[in-house]
């Protein structure tokens, strides 16, 4: 089978990674059969530099008419004046909206072969398996008013955060059928004792709950589920909330992962039944890294790993996509590690020898 794939490299390491998540999906379509035809474009700083603008329309004109999207990263100190009026983080929320990606799906794994990489005591994390449902497209990102503007006493600046009953319900929806595939339990993340929209959000979810008698529903305010996670780890299965919570949490949770290398996510438009497909974008949660760029010192895992999502949710590839995540597996069980994971009696290797070593398991 043949499948179109758009590729957006971005800034610093992204280039770097998401060629080792292009070289997993040929090594898939060598050993199964499959084509994959891949068109690049700019996106983040390198698209500011050449086309005035983080995304261009004609770059998301062809993402709709792919497959999926495989995206590396944005962003860098050559772009980071906060006076600008275009940055490399706006391509990347103009793809979210433009594609409809409203949900951002983690997760947090920790392998056992990586327990000494985290910093969090073994006995407190070993057993961490659980999924972040983030919702991408409302909230303090997208809230108006959102401005900068200059008053007799100073300078002033507002972001608004809004959520409709609409908003909230399909992300939280999307929880409850994950929990539902899993161990039927779901937190809900909010802020309802301060935030009109988290007390809007708990009273959605509540009355959702009615629709799932099988799952558990737990509220969990942010504070409290941010210590949790580094208390108790596997007290979580699948946890939903709103999108700077998200934002958030989930770099907290990668140290538990041993690292953001080993933390990838898909964007998706929607949820696929068995068999079925959805457009996604697909990235790793980390940044790009400048200064480690074009050193082959970063860990393409969470890219490789994300491009095993793509398989499993935009091409209804399940069977290819496990085959990634056993290679991962396999070569983190051979003692090869990139230096954010590095432990005693392990293998150092650079970006480009571990996506060779995850390539040569796959084939």
């Not at 303090?140 to 200059?150: D, H, R, T, V």
């Amino acid at each position: 089978m043949k499948f179109k794939i758009m590729v957006l490299p971005g800034d610093g390491v992204g280039s770097e990674v998401v060629a080792e998540g292009v070289k997993a999906l040929n090594a898939v379509g060598k050993k199964y059969g499959h084509s994959f035809d891949y068109t690049y474009g700019l996106v983040g700083g390198a698209a500011i530099d050449v086309q005035g603008t983080a995304l261009a329309p004609e770059t998301l004109a062809l993402c709709k008419k792919s497959e999926g999207v495989l995206f590396g990263a944005v962003g860098g100190p050559k772009w980071d004046d906060p006076k600008a009026q275009v940055r490399p983080e706006d391509g990347i929320l103009a793809l979210r909206k433009g594609l409809g990606l409203f949900a951002n799906l983690r997760p947090v794994k920790l392998y056992p072969m990586l327990i000494d990489s985290s910093p969090i005591k073994p006995d407190i994390v070993r057993g961490t398996d659980f999924i972040f449902i983030r919702e991408l497209t409302g909230g303090l990102y997208f809230g108006k008013p959102k401005k900068q503007w200059q008053t007799a006493r100073g300078e002033r600046a507002v972001d608004t955060m809004a959520y409709s009953e609409k908003e909230i319900t399909r992300i939280v929806h999307v929880g409850f059928e994950l929990a539902r595939s899993r161990r039927k339990k779901l937190v809900s993340v909010d802020k309802a004792n301060v935030l009109q929209t988290s007390r809007l959000w708990r009273q959605v979810a509540t009355g959702l709950a009615k629709e799932y008698p099988d799952v558990e529903l737990e509220h969990m305010l942010v504070d409290s589920c941010s210590m949790r996670l580094i208390q108790q780890p596997t007290y979580f299965d699948i946890v939903v909330t709103e999108n700077t919570f998200g934002d958030i949490l989930t770099d907290e949770a990668s140290m538990l992962a041993g690292s953001m290398g080993m933390m990838p996510s898909a964007s998706l438009a929607a949820i696929p039944k068995e068999g079925e497909k959805s457009f996604g974008l697909y990235e790793p949660i980390h940044g790009s890294a400048p200064k480690r760029a074009g050193q082959n010192l970063v860990n393409p895992i969470a890219t490789i790993l994300s491009a095993a999502m793509l398989l499993r949710y935009s091409l209804a590839l399940p069977k290819e996509a496990q085959a990634v995540e056993a290679a991962v597996e396999a070569v983190l069980k051979d003692g090869y590690r990139t230096y954010d994971i590095m432990g005693d009696d392990t293998k150092k290797v650079g970006t480009r020898e571990m996506g060779d070593l995850v390539a040569g398991k796959i084939g």
